[in-house]
């Protein structure tokens, strides 16, 4: 199971949440090496910026989707939740990499811009077992 905090790239929350973002973009978790470290004051933060883990074993490149924009973030009573109901897993295969670091929430469809990142207190071994990343029952994350 992933631990640690979830930090938001501070050109994200602007770009995603008040312009740039289609309905139907598709957002994806990309699992990351310690080759770069995410920090929120990427200016422009984008899947190339950072060093993917190894493509053998469970993990293709890319990383997996987690639904479309238009299911993943709502609003309700000036609350915009981003959720989704799909949990990533990557289950333990004797090929997959041992230096996972982060995890990188992004939009597949917009440039592979990066909207988080997430500190899975590496360097996770995915050998050893599956990397399962469980969001919070109240969201992903709430802005209000």
């Known amino acids: 199971m992933a631990t640690g905090d ?13 312009s740039g973002f289609g309905a139907s973009d598709d957002i994806k978790v990309a699992l990351l090496d ?4 995410p920090t929120a004051s990427f200016a422009t933060p984008a899947l190339s910026d950072f060093t993917q883990v190894g493509t053998s074993g469970t993990y293709t490149a890319g990383g997996t989707s987690i639904g479309g924009w238009n299911a993943l973030s709502t609003e309700s009573g000036g609350t915009l939740t981003f959720d989704s ?3 990533p897993t990557w289950a333990a295969h004797a090929s997959n990499d041992q230096d996972c670091y982060w995890a990188l929430i992004y939009n597949d469809t917009s440039a592979d811009k990066g909207i988080a ?9 995915m050998q050893a077992g599956s990397l399962t990343i469980t969001w919070n029952a109240s969201g992903i994350f709430t802005i209000s």
Not at 6 to 18: K, V
Request: charged share 15%; hydrophobic share 45%; no cysteine.
């Open 6 to 18: 979830i930090t938001f790239f501070e050109e994200a929350l602007d770009f995603a949440f008040f």
């Open 85 to 87: 109901s799909t949990n």
């Open 34 to 37: 310690n080759t770069t470290t």
């Open 117 to 125: 990142f997430v500190d899975l207190g590496g360097p996770v071994n």
